[in-house]
């Protein structure tokens, strides 16, 4: 089964996303979404973490939560896709369960 | 699709409210069907009637309303969460023993097997908190 | 008490130290109310939640509720499963034996007392979490 992970809080403050990350299989998707977005740039302490995250798993961030705290999509490591809220509604469908690490 | 919807944090505190909103609103627009929407935690703080926000501030109880009413969804409190935090509706002030109640239209106060009943009965079970 | 006979797999994922805040608490009344519910449920403590098994819980002091029993009770509304990761309890400094012992009565087995609580790496805590159906995070 392939599971949908969303994350919302900054890797900078709480450690939701590194559980996350410990506790999805290959194959998983992730979603980051509110604050959790700014774990999506590349450059950060957090960026090497994510991006071989992004080797076994499938990496989305949600992007009017970007915008809306002025994250520029040029700096989006590579390889992780940015979504709206009806892609979002759709990787909800295309996953077997949702799991959200709050 | 059928989903259930969770929410575990008040409005204007955290933007779990918001998210919450955007999906279901999203969700609807694609056609799918919201089996319900449970409200838990501070969550239960969506459904009182009684939020003024500042003028030019959305208004996210009154949006809840309005989306319940637009696609008859069926918005539920937890009456323990409720409770504790002082949402009642006027059947709980009344045997409660309290001067007014608070609850907002669309929204309806119940217990916590309507959250269990809403996982077991919806494809999919999306949660936003803090 | 299901509906059309579902039987789904649900997992309840604590992550959350007890008191703080009330999630440990709330948490834990959807858990019994849902044990009536007659599906395959499954409890999972990560992080910071693995506090919330913490032997000889005082509150005496703070003025709020000790709930900590109740999570000895589980196993009455046969809930049977609960998961705790090794590597919380690990890099929290703790050992099982830092926990309350939480058991259930198998009435296959004659009655036989046996451990709910088993502790699991994340990668056999991952694999479980995988086959769940629906999984309430708090």
New interface residues.
Partial sequence: MSLLHTVNKSPFERNGLQSCLRLAEDGHAVLLIEDAVVAALDGTEHAETIKNSAERLSVYVLGPDLDARGLPKDRIIDGIEVVDYDRFVALACEHDSIQSWL | MKFGILVNEGPYQHQASDSAYLFTRAALAAGHEVFRIFFYHDGVNNGTRLTVPPQDDRNVVDRWSELAQEHSLDLVLCVAAAQRRGLLDADEAKRHKKDADNIAPGFRISGLGQLIEAAIQSDRLVTFGD | M??EG?I?K?MY?N?KAPYGT??AL?SL??VL??A??D?QVSLAF??DGVYQLARNQSTDGIGMKNFSPTYAALGDYDVRHIYV?R?SLETRGLTVEDLMPLTYEDEDDDWAEKDSLRVVD?RE???L??????????
């Fill in positions: 299901s509906e579902t789904k649900l994922v992550r009330i999630y709330e009344e959807v109310i849902g009536a519910f599906q990560v992080d990761e590597e994340s805590l991952a694999a979490m995988s086959e769940q159906d629906v999984v309430l995070s708090f």
